[in-house]
């Protein structure tokens, strides 16, 4: 069955909601912002370490993304073999109370949640 596209409403390209949850709005971006406002500068093996059930290609992916909308930075190490570390950018740190407030709701109405 072919599926027909809806028209998109032009408001709806500047909502500033579905723009910047469409950025770091998937699980893997908040799970990566987390460890790295936690544990603060982090390279990629301790990333993946702590995210067991995410692959090193989506790792990957969503790290690179986040560097590009600014939200961490990324310095690698001339060195054999090459060294990454990853960290928050003051951007990156300022969404993290926002963050938190979330993971708070979470834990607090996870059984409401999880449970439908």
Known sequence: ????????DER???????????????KWSL?????????GTMRFSELNRNMVDCSQKM??????RLEQIGLL???????VPPRTEYT???????LM??????????????GEIAGK
Not at 12 to 25: A, E, S
Not at 73 to 79: A, G, I, L, M
């Open 73 to 79: 930075s990324r310095k690698v190490y001339p060195e």
């Open 59 to 64: 790792l990957s992916q969503t790290l690179r």
């Open 97 to 110: 109370p926002h963050v938190e407030g979330l993971i708070g709701w979470s834990v607090q109405h996870f």
């Open 88 to 94: 928050l950018t003051a951007t990156g740190n300022s």
């Open 1 to 8: 069955m072919k599926r027909i596209a809806k028209p998109v």
């Open 31 to 39: 799970l990566v912002l987390y460890y790295l406002h936690i544990e």
């Open 12 to 26: 709806y390209l500047n909502c500033p909601i579905r723009n910047v949850l469409d950025k770091f709005g998937d």
